[in-house]
């Protein structure tokens, strides 16, 4: 029987062995980052030297990274109390706090008025699909793009951005707010004085120690081109995919995108059929967004592109990632091409 093969990246990519070892360090401390005894500081000097790891990597300012329990706090830190106005094609952590008005078109941009009242993914996690970031953009999810593409908040001229770790291999439950100098927010979670004042409650060393030593290793992986050949290998699978099936959908292919990403349809299969087929053959994809894993509906993403419903309901994505291996997307490929084959039989 062979290994499974996983091909999720979007929803999680697997913990760095440097986030890992880092992490383990910092259990083995006892103390409070708030004390002022010699734990507590070198607790604090933990989460400090994370702070600068993220900084560097992601182009920010130490000083202005504020750490949460992941992008989903982040982005209600960053987006409660001002209005802003934003896409359909948004992560619904970011949906949950914009007026969804503005318009996409087929192949997934989005078309921005007013820069500063904006929020704005830089990377669509299902379709990949990467945005130019207008000057002066007042919120960027900038979630799927870290890692995987240069991203450096400073120089992308946008007030306020957030960030996961466990997307780019640091340790799930932790996530951070990147905010211009001069922007202020309201604190969501009151009671202490942590984070500046901007998030009270106890930081979380050991994930925020793996979260930086993650950034650090992500930022060395793209220096060292490593990226370049994960999207050679994801071109690799699209080949493979249109060989077994002419008359598939990709979407989005055209259009500059995520290295690691592709989405892809089958009108008239469920998504959510592939996927559990896929799985009892030994392959992890999704049929869209983790967050939206279990219900059954078409991609809201792919219709707000202005895919109709039998194309949007038969999506899915496969986002791989550097330990994806050329044996493994092939395998995936003729794998899913049976699956396929049985699938135009029956619907004959």
């Given at each position: 029987m062979r290994n499974r093969v996983y091909l999720d990246h979007n929803a999680t990519a697997p913990l760095r062995p440097e986030a890992r070892d880092a992490m383990i360090a910092a259990?083995?401390?006892p103390g409070n980052p708030s004390s002022v005894h010699g734990e507590g500081r070198r607790a604090r000097a933990i989460i400090e030297r994370a702070r600068g790891q993220v900084a560097e990597a992601f182009g920010a300012q130490a000083a202005d990274i504020v750490f949460t329990s992941g992008a989903s706090e982040a982005a209600a830190l960053g987006l409660a109390g001002w209005?802003?106005?934003?896409?359909?094609?948004?992560?619904?952590?970011?949906?949950?706090?914009?007026?969804?008005?503005?318009?996409?078109?087929?192949?997934?941009?989005?078309?921005?008025?007013?820069?500063?009242?904006?929020?704005?993914?830089?990377?669509?996690?299902?379709?990949?699909?990467?945005?130019r970031l207008p000057e002066g953009l007042g919120f960027v999810d900038a979630?799927?793009?870290?890692?995987?593409?240069?991203?450096?908040?400073?120089?992308?001229?946008?007030?306020?951005?957030?960030?996961?770790?466990?997307?780019?291999g640091g340790p799930k439950g932790v996530g951070a707010l990147l905010l211009k100098r001069g922007t202020d927010v309201a604190a969501q979670?009151?009671?202490?004085?942590?984070?500046?004042?901007?998030?009270?409650?106890?930081?979380?060393?050991?994930?925020i120690a793996g979260f930086g030593a993650a950034a650090e290793a992500a930022s060395r992986d793209l220096s060292d081109g490593i990226w370049e050949e994960v999207e050679s290998?994801?071109?690799?699978?699209?080949?493979a995919l249109e060989a077994e099936a002419p008359d598939i959908i990709f979407v989005a292919r055209d259009t500059g995108r995520l290295p690691?990403?592709?989405?892809v349809a089958a009108p008239g299969w469920k998504g959510e059929t592939q996927v559990m087929q896929m799985d009892l053959s030994g392959f992890a994809i999704s049929a869209g967004s983790a967050c939206s894993s279990g219900k059954v509906r078409a991609s809201r993403v792919l219709k707000a592109m202005g895919f109709e419903e039998r194309v949007a309901e038969s999506a899915i994505r496969v986002s791989i990632g550097p330990?994806?291996?050329?044996?493994?997307?092939?395998?995936?490929?003729?794998?899913?091409?049976?699956h396929y084959r049985r699938f135009r039989q029956k619907a004959a």
């Amino acid at each position: 029987m062979r290994n499974r093969v996983y091909l999720d990246h979007n929803a999680t990519a697997p913990l760095r062995p440097e986030a890992r070892d880092a992490m383990i360090a910092a259990l083995d401390l006892p103390g409070n980052p708030s004390s002022v005894h010699g734990e507590g500081r070198r607790a604090r000097a933990i989460i400090e030297r994370a702070r600068g790891q993220v900084a560097e990597a992601f182009g920010a300012q130490a000083a202005d990274i504020v750490f949460t329990s992941g992008a989903s706090e982040a982005a209600a830190l960053g987006l409660a109390g001002w209005d802003p106005v934003g896409a359909e094609v948004e992560h619904d952590a970011v949906l949950a706090w914009i007026r969804a008005d503005l318009p996409v078109d087929g192949s997934g941009k989005v078309t921005v008025a007013q820069a500063d009242q904006t929020a704005l993914q830089a990377a669509n996690s299902e379709t990949g699909v990467v945005q130019r970031l207008p000057e002066g953009l007042g919120f960027v999810d900038a979630v799927q793009i870290a890692g995987k593409k240069p991203f450096a908040f400073d120089w992308s001229g946008a007030q306020r951005a957030i960030l996961s770790a466990h997307k780019f291999g640091g340790p799930k439950g932790v996530g951070a707010l990147l905010l211009k100098r001069g922007t202020d927010v309201a604190a969501q979670m009151r009671g202490g004085g942590q984070e500046m004042g901007r998030r009270a409650g106890t930081e979380n060393v050991a994930a925020i120690a793996g979260f930086g030593a993650a950034a650090e290793a992500a930022s060395r992986d793209l220096s060292d081109g490593i990226w370049e050949e994960v999207e050679s290998r994801r071109d690799m699978l699209e080949q493979a995919l249109e060989a077994e099936a002419p008359d598939i959908i990709f979407v989005a292919r055209d259009t500059g995108r995520l290295p690691n990403t592709t989405c892809v349809a089958a009108p008239g299969w469920k998504g959510e059929t592939q996927v559990m087929q896929m799985d009892l053959s030994g392959f992890a994809i999704s049929a869209g967004s983790a967050c939206s894993s279990g219900k059954v509906r078409a991609s809201r993403v792919l219709k707000a592109m202005g895919f109709e419903e039998r194309v949007a309901e038969s999506a899915i994505r496969v986002s791989i990632g550097p330990e994806t291996t050329n044996e493994d997307v092939l395998a995936f490929a003729g794998t899913w091409g049976k699956h396929y084959r049985r699938f135009r039989q029956k619907a004959a």
